[in-house]
């Protein structure tokens, strides 16, 4: 069977989820992966058949080793990158992380170099400017409570 021409054209974008989790002060957790220059945040890619909830969780507790509750979608993120293709991220709100739980993260010793809590305003300067931008506008869909549609980490279809 052979691709049709509309086939052809469907977009097939690759898909990432993560999860911002937040300290007492309001802090982002962000952590720093052994493979990439800046921070991130936890998170990673949809695998085939997985939902980008289930995504999300998956990869905090292949990364932190914790398994907090995650709660609503704070951002969707359509932002394609020359090299990679289509792609779409989801940012959904993993709350507060109590004391208990911030002592439980066991890195993924193959991935992370460290998982720190970090001021908004450090966003900017730890993150590469494109998920700077997303995770801004995350944390101002938590504060209002309603998620936000982005194309390349901006307001968009105003």
């Not at 921070?39 to 990673?44: D, F, L, M, R, V």
């Given at each position: 069977m052979?691709?049709?021409?509309?086939?052809?054209?469907?977009?097939?974008p690759?898909?990432?989820?993560?999860a911002?989790?937040?300290?007492?002060q309001g802090h982002v957790?962000?952590?720093?992966?052994?493979?990439?220059p800046?921070?991130?945040?936890?998170?990673?890619y949809?695998?085939?058949?997985?939902?980008?909830?289930?995504a999300?969780?998956r990869?905090?507790?292949?990364e932190l080793?914790i398994t907090?509750?995650?709660g609503?979608?704070?951002?969707?993120d359509?932002?394609?990158?020359?090299?990679e293709?289509?792609?779409?991220l989801?940012?959904?709100?993993?709350?507060?992380l109590q004391?208990d739980?911030?002592?439980?993260?066991?890195l993924?010793?193959?991935?992370?170099?460290?998982a720190?809590?970090?001021?908004?305003?450090?966003?900017?300067?730890?993150l590469?400017?494109?998920?700077a931008?997303r995770?801004?506008?995350?944390?101002?869909?938590r504060?209002?409570g309603?998620?936000?549609?982005l194309?390349?980490?901006?307001?968009a279809?105003?």
């Amino acid at each position: 069977m052979t691709e049709t021409d509309h086939e052809k054209r469907m977009a097939r974008p690759r898909m990432a989820a993560g999860a911002l989790f937040f300290n007492s002060q309001g802090h982002v957790l962000l952590v720093r992966p052994s493979y990439k220059p800046m921070w991130e945040i936890p998170g990673g890619y949809v695998e085939t058949g997985e939902s980008p909830l289930a995504a999300c969780r998956r990869e905090v507790l292949e990364e932190l080793g914790i398994t907090p509750s995650i709660g609503a979608l704070l951002v969707l993120d359509w932002a394609p990158i020359e090299s990679e293709g289509d792609k779409v991220l989801y940012v959904f709100d993993g709350g507060e992380l109590q004391p208990d739980d911030y002592a439980a993260i066991k890195l993924a010793p193959d991935e992370l170099l460290a998982a720190e809590f970090h001021p908004a305003e450090a966003v900017d300067e730890l993150l590469i400017p494109r998920l700077a931008r997303r995770v801004q506008r995350a944390i101002a869909a938590r504060e209002h409570g309603h998620p936000q549609y982005l194309e390349h980490g901006e307001p968009a279809g105003g």
